[in-house]
Protein backbone atom coordinates (compact mmCIF):
# COMPACT_ATOMS: atom_id res chain seq x y z
CA UNK A 1 0.00 0.00 0.00
CA UNK A 2 1.36 3.48 -1.25
CA UNK A 3 1.65 6.05 1.97
CA UNK A 4 -1.48 8.34 1.86
CA UNK A 5 -0.35 11.93 1.03
CA UNK A 6 -1.92 14.84 2.51
CA UNK A 7 -1.63 17.08 -0.63
CA UNK A 8 -3.37 13.61 -2.42
CA UNK A 9 -6.26 14.03 -0.05
CA UNK A 10 -6.30 17.61 -0.30
CA UNK A 11 -6.35 17.19 -4.24
CA UNK A 12 -8.83 14.38 -4.43
CA UNK A 13 -11.39 16.84 -2.12
CA UNK A 14 -10.78 19.98 -4.09
CA UNK A 15 -11.75 17.88 -7.66
CA UNK A 16 -14.45 16.38 -5.89
CA UNK A 17 -16.10 20.00 -4.83
CA UNK A 18 -15.40 21.08 -8.83
CA UNK A 19 -16.92 18.03 -10.33
CA UNK A 20 -20.23 18.68 -8.18
CA UNK A 21 -21.20 21.79 -9.47
CA UNK A 22 -22.45 22.59 -6.40
CA UNK A 23 -22.29 26.19 -5.45
CA UNK A 24 -19.42 26.94 -2.68
CA UNK A 25 -22.17 28.78 -0.96
CA UNK A 26 -24.84 26.04 -1.07
CA UNK A 27 -21.90 23.76 -0.09
CA UNK A 28 -21.20 26.02 2.83
CA UNK A 29 -24.95 26.75 3.80
CA UNK A 30 -25.68 22.64 3.91
CA UNK A 31 -22.21 22.24 5.97
CA UNK A 32 -22.85 24.95 8.04
CA UNK A 33 -19.41 26.20 7.59
CA UNK A 34 -18.25 29.40 6.09
CA UNK A 35 -18.34 30.20 1.83
CA UNK A 36 -14.00 31.23 2.47
CA UNK A 37 -13.61 27.78 4.12
CA UNK A 38 -15.04 25.96 1.30
CA UNK A 39 -12.99 28.12 -0.88
CA UNK A 40 -10.04 27.17 0.82
CA UNK A 41 -10.94 23.61 0.86
CA UNK A 42 -11.68 23.86 -3.05
CA UNK A 43 -7.99 25.09 -3.45
CA UNK A 44 -6.66 22.60 -1.41
CA UNK A 45 -5.17 25.38 1.29
CA UNK A 46 -7.06 23.15 4.41
CA UNK A 47 -8.65 19.92 5.04
CA UNK A 48 -11.94 20.03 6.78
CA UNK A 49 -12.43 18.67 9.96
CA UNK A 50 -13.44 14.82 10.19
CA UNK A 51 -17.28 15.42 11.30
CA UNK A 52 -17.15 18.08 8.24
CA UNK A 53 -15.55 15.72 5.79
CA UNK A 54 -17.97 13.03 6.85
CA UNK A 55 -20.86 15.26 5.78
CA UNK A 56 -18.65 16.83 2.66
CA UNK A 57 -18.82 13.16 1.38
CA UNK A 58 -22.71 12.41 1.53
CA UNK A 59 -23.33 15.99 0.34
CA UNK A 60 -21.09 15.16 -2.61
CA UNK A 61 -21.91 11.34 -3.14
CA UNK A 62 -17.88 10.08 -2.99
CA UNK A 63 -16.41 7.48 -1.25
CA UNK A 64 -14.54 8.80 1.53
CA UNK A 65 -12.09 5.83 0.79
CA UNK A 66 -11.34 7.51 -2.38
CA UNK A 67 -10.76 10.63 -1.48
CA UNK A 68 -8.56 9.86 1.30
CA UNK A 69 -6.77 7.73 -1.53
CA UNK A 70 -7.49 4.70 -0.10
CA UNK A 71 -8.63 3.08 -3.02
CA UNK A 72 -7.99 3.95 -6.75
Not at 10 to 36: C, F, H, M, W
Not at 49 to 65: H, I, M, R, V
Request: charged share 25%; hydrophobic share 40%.
Amino acid sequence: MDMISVEQIKKNIAEAIARSGIPQTELARKLSVSQSCIAHYARGDILPSLDTFAKLCALLDEDPSYLLGLQR
